[in-house]
């Protein structure tokens, strides 16, 4: 979710000049479509969050509308952006904050950007409070507001880091353009976003409120289980989220700042060594270095993109129609150039993540084996004593995992099959994730053949981009902006 949230938003605060309201919007003018688009959001949110309340109010038990509630409630998101999406660029909102901030030829001020998106941010915090009194009736949530901090937290926190980034980084392009020429402006936002990227997890700790998980016997289990998966890190983190979400999650490119996060939820529904899996899922993560594998691919990825264009507007007939027609679309241009980046990092990054995520998944189960397929069962005791990225599968480290998968499910309310595209394009769905851990069991070659596979897909895929970038400077098209 926070990709898709972050790249929605850096799109909308995108450096172009917003097109003028279309004839369907104009009577209405930027601000009143974009309030009348959001509002019939956040009335279908009201309906459906004031029936779900008769009904559980109400005496007799209808089935199925907690679960309609939980859909919509799940999209909300999803449907604000679209609403907000039509307001921006056909509702003329993106023009008219841009024609009242700095008329006719006049720099935008910094940060206008942020002005542009807050409705957005308006409409998100108040559909929180649509969905409080049902949230607070089913899920128990907290008083109004611890309820508002953690939705901060949980939905939109960790959008805002990388947001501020760009934010930053254009007012100072438009306001300084002179710097921004000089090379050492240009290493120097270089640097800040490599820097931004190790202390992330110290941002994260604070932003999203985790805290060292309190010392006790399941403390010392977890530690030395990460000891015997020869991780590196600072420490081992509590989530608390209210006994709501059942997660865990692993943060930092080098061992130290790097935590490793649970939430309260997970802790609490699944016994030690199902948490001892899951926490080799997030291990293998680091252990199969797949945050730098992350990085080195959208900056690769950028680098073409922006190379690309470069020898697409290079080659191309200056007087040709194609040049034309691109110069007649002027900042729809643009924006079609940001669109086209967003969905190839979903497609590409999606599909990479998944694989990502099998391996992960794999590593979750070496950290509870004892290495013997023919294994009937074992114990504490029986688990190989060195965890490395080929320790051969046992049928009951399998097992283990999935019930933890299983578990995961269930304590997010999660369906197995159709979770939604959002919850299952970075991973998978869990019925998916299941049957392929069982097929392994069955038929131990496939956990080999995988193996081979993904060394061949990784050295394929960036000797496939590296090639290109070095393909792009000698032709001399890398450098410059887009
Ligand atoms: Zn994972
Ligand atoms: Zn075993």
Redesign the pocket.
């Known amino acids: 979710m926070p990709i898709v949230l972050i790249l929605f938003l850096v799109t909308a605060c995108a450096p172009v000049a917003w097109p003028e309201p279309v004839s369907l919007f104009r009577p209405l003018g930027g601000t009143l479509a974009l309030g009348c688009l959001l509002s019939l959001a956040l009335v279908r949110f009201l309906l459906v969050s004031s029936r779900t309340l008769r009904v559980i109010r109400g005496p007799i038990f209808v089935p199925g509308a907690l679960s309609s509630y939980g859909r919509v409630r799940r999209r909300s998101m999803t449907m604000l952006m679209l609403m907000f999406t039509v307001g921006l660029v056909p509702g003329g909102w993106g023009w008219t904050v841009q024609n009242a901030l700095a008329p006719g030829s006049a720099v935008l001020p910094p940060g206008a950007e942020l002005l542009v998106i807050a409705p957005f941010f308006a409409a998100v915090v108040a559909s929180w409070l649509i969905f409080y009194p049902v949230e607070r009736e089913v899920h128990h949530a907290p008083p109004l507001v611890a309820y508002l901090l953690y939705q901060f937290r949980q939905q939109i926190a960790l959008a805002l880091l990388p947001l501020c980034l760009v934010v930053g980084q254009q007012s100072v392009v438009r306001w300084w353009p002179e710097i921004v020429e000089q090379s050492w402006f240009q290493w120097a936002s270089t640097g800040s976003v490599v820097v931004f990227l190790i202390v992330a997890p110290w941002l994260l700790r604070g932003l999203l409120g985790w805290r060292p998980l309190p010392a006790g016997p399941l403390r010392d289990h977890l530690m030395a289980s990460a000891r015997r998966l020869r991780l590196r890190f600072s420490d081992l983190m509590l989530w608390p989220t209210h006994g709501v979400v059942a997660n865990a999650m692993v943060a930092g490119l080098l061992p130290r700042p790097r935590y490793i996060m649970m939430t309260d939820r997970l802790l609490h529904d699944l016994p030690p060594d199902e948490l001892e899996a899951v926490l080799g ?2 291990i293998g ?1 680091v252990r199969h270095r797949h945050m730098l594998l992350y990085f080195a691919f959208l900056g690769l990825s950028f680098a073409i993109m922006t190379g690309l264009l470069n020898m697409f507007v290079r080659i191309l007939p200056a007087d040709s129609w194609l040049m034309d027609a691109l110069r007649g679309l002027g900042d729809w241009g643009t924006l079609a150039s940001f669109a086209v980046a967003a969905v190839y990092i979903l497609f590409a990054f999606g599909f990479i993540s998944r694989r990502c ?1 099998r391996e ?1 998944d794999l590593f979750g189960c070496r950290a509870v084996s004892c290495g013997r397929p023919d294994c009937q069962g074992h114990t504490y005791r029986d688990r190989v004593p060195v965890v490395t990225t080929s320790t051969p599968l046992c049928p009951t480290a399998i097992e283990t995992f999935a019930a933890a998968l299983d578990r995961v499910a269930d304590s997010n309310g999660m369906s197995r099959a159709k979770p939604g595209w959002m919850a299952s394009w970075q ?1 998978s769905t869990i019925e998916k994730r299941v049957a392929y851990l069982r097929a392994i069991k069955d038929n131990p070659a496939i956990e080999r053949r995988f193996r081979r596979r993904m060394l061949a897909f990784k050295v394929l895929l960036f000797a496939t981009l590296i090639g290109i970038v070095l393909l792009l400077a000698w032709t001399g098209d890398l450098a410059g902006g887009m």
């Open positions: 899922h997030e993560h995520e992960a991973h």
